[in-house]
Structure formats: C-alpha cells, structure tokens
C-alpha cells in the first residue's frame, strides 16, 4: 500500500497538485509541457534556478485511475528546481526561505487563534477574505462531467481559496476501483495536509506580498463546544445550519459539494451557489469535541503506523489522530480525534473531501499539525 504513500510526493516537487494556468493552454496540453517561464526563460533556466526536465514517462503505465503517477496524466516535461527554489516555474522558494536567492532561512510560529494579537486577528480574517474572492492570476482548476473523456475536461478560473477546496478534494475523492485515497486513511495523511498547509501559507504571501502571514490554530481540547464559532471568529449559526449575516463567512459559496463519484465527475457544482452549513454538536454521535485526554493517549502510541496501512489499524499514531481507531468509553462516539472534529460541525465539515469548503478545515488542521 505505499504506493499511496508516494502518489503526491513524486520527484516533481515543484508541481503541488494543481494546475498553473500556463500549463492550461491548448499548446501546453498537446506538447505535454509544463515549464512556464520565469524571468523570460523556462523554469527559471537562465537565472540557474532551474531546467525544463523531460521524463520517460511509459506508454503503457499500469494505473487504473489516471491521477496515479501524477501529473503524468498531463505532462511528460516539468520544472526541475535548483537548490532551495521551488514552485511549478522554480519561482518560489522552498518552504522556510526567502529573499531572491532563496537563501534566507525564517521560521514563523503559528500561535493558538486565541491568543492572537488584534491586529494579527484582523489580518488574519482579512487575508482569508482576499484569498477566497480574488481570482488566482496562477492558477485554474479542472472540472468536467465525465473523466473517461479528455475532450470533457475543462479549466475554469477560480479564487486562490478555491483552488485550495479543489486540491483537497481532487486528492479525496476515491481512487477508481478502490475506497482508498492518497490523502487520508494511510501513512500519508500527516504529511499530506502538512503540505498543503505549507503551500496555502506560501501562496498568501505572495498574494499579499506579507511574508508574516499563517494559519493560526484552534485547540479544539480547551472546551467541550465550539468556542470560535461566534461573530468574532468564524460565525454563529441557527439551527438552519446558516451563518450569520454579520460574519463574512454567510457569504462564502461552496464548490464541488454535489458531485456524484459513481458518474467520474470532477467539480461540475463550480458554480457558486449553496452556503457554508454548520451545526455544531447537531448529531447526537458526534456531539463532543475531543479533550487533552484524546491527545495525550494520541501522543503516546509509539509506531507512526503499521500494516495494514489503512483505516481498520489499531494503536497506529497516524489512523488514532486521524480518528479512526476509536477509545471505547463513555462517551460513545462513532468517530475520534480529527475525524470527530469534523463530524461534529454536522454539516459542510463533516464532508470530508469538500470540507475545506467551511475555513475552520483551516485552524483545525494547524492544531492536527502541531502533533505530527
Ligand atoms: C529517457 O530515456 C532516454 C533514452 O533511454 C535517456 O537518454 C534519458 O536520459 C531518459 N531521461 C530521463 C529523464 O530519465
Ligand atoms: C545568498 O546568496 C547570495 C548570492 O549568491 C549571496 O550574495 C548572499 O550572501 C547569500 N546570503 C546568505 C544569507 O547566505
Ligand atoms: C480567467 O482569468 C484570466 C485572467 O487571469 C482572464 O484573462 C480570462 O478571461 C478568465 N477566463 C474566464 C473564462 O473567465
Ligand atoms: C458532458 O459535457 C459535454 C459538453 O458540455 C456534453 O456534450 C456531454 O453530453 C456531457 N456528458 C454527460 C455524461 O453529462
Ligand atoms: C490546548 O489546551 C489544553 C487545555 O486547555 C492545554 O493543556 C494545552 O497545553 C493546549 N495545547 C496547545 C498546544 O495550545
Ligand atoms: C438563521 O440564520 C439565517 C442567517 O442569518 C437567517 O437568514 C435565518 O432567518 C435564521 N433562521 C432562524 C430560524 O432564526
Ligand atoms: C449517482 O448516479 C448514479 C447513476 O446515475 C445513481 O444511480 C445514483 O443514485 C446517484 N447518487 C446520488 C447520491 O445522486
Ligand atoms: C484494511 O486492510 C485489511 C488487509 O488488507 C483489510 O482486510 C481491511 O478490510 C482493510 N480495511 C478497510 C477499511 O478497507
Ligand atoms: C447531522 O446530524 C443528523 C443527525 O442528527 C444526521 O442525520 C445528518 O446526516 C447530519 N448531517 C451532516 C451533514 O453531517
């Protein structure tokens, strides 16, 4: 099973599971080529950042969903970054540097959203804002209503945040023939969503040219209920499961929530029109968060992971955190840990493919972190 592991971690670091828009193009598509320029050389080449790499990519590879052996699906010929360099035209740096030459280390810490200063709050909110209603000028998403036929597939344009909901769900939705995917339930799933945070910090920056900017975290073990979820954070809701009016997120549309797995369709709802729904502690099952006690006994099994890889392992760290190997207590919950996070917003976050669709996916996933 680790092939599972290795899906979205192949040699090509430098392409994350999304497409840059120059690589969208009729001409990129039929030449297989995705080495956009940077500075007016592709990959950066002249600037010795780094070179356009063409890969043997097999005729007859043996995959039987075509996301496998990423992105060869799509191109033969990808960005091969120098050094700290980084990014699908090698024109970012690897996470935890900066400056032009990439060779500035920093490290910003993540603090709790509590203990978040006034202004850090502000932006924080503001940032998010930005992300989820400019469109990206980098990236596009695909979407189409029958993946058997290339001639379906289709780039559409989409808001940073947006591209962010597509990524998670594009790598959540089943692997053909299988129940599995590359981002949860196996060894992956720490390292998976460490990633994605990472690369959803990297591209704010730049978005907002504020090289201080990161998630914060929620530590969901201080109460037993929601405590962000209040006009000051991420918005109250009624029993209709709506936001309220005054929090900006009553405006946040969702995308790719309606889609059908067993049609192969990729993201056809693109069309923003259903409203983040949340209604915390709603079902009775899962009407709890976790506590300290959740974590400690996390933190305290010792093997990382172990056969047989999946969600049915018991004293795995990987399959306790993710929530699947359940504490039998008094409490009697079907799910614990992250899974229970999710489950008990009885609604958009309870969807786990398209939950970054609700932005407390966000704070929840920076606390799961902390303990990786
Ligand atoms: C691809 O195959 C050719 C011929 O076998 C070889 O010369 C070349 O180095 C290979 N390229 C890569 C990137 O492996
Ligand atoms: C970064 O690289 C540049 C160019 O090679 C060099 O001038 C500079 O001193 C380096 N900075 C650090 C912090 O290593
Ligand atoms: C997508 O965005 C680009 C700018 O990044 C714009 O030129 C293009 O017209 C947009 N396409 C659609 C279909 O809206
Ligand atoms: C998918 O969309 C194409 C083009 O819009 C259309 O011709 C085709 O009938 C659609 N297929 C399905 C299964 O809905
Ligand atoms: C989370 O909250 C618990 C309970 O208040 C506390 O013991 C723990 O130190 C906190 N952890 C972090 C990382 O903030
Ligand atoms: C629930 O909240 C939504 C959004 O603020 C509002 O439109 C709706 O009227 C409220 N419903 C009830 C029953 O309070
Ligand atoms: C998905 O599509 C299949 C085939 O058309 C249909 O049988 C099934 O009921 C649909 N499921 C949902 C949840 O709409
Ligand atoms: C986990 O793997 C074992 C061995 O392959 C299998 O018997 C079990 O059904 C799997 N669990 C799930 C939930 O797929
Ligand atoms: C919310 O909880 C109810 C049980 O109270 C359950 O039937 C429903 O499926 C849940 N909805 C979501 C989206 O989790």
Redesign the pocket.
Known sequence: MLQFVMLLLLPINSLDAHFPKPCTTDEALKTRTCCPEWEDSPCGVRAGRGECVSYNVSENANYVDYREQWPFHFYYSLCRCHGNFDGFDCGQCKHGFKGHHCNISYMTERKEIHSLTKEEKTKFFNYLEFSKTRISNKYSILTSNDTSKESTLKFINASLYDVYIWMHYYATKPLKGTGRNVAHQGPAFPFWHRMFLLSFEREVREMTNDDSFFIPYWNWTKSDHCDICNNDYFGESNATGLISDKSQFSKWKTICDKDNDSLGIICIQALKETSILR?PG???TYNTLPTSGDVQRTIEVSNYDMADYNRSVKHSFRNTLEGFDIPQDFRKLNSAMHNLVH?YF??TM??IPTSVNDPIFMVHHSFVDKYV
């Open positions: 209604n709603g079902d009775p489950n009885n609604g309870s969807d």
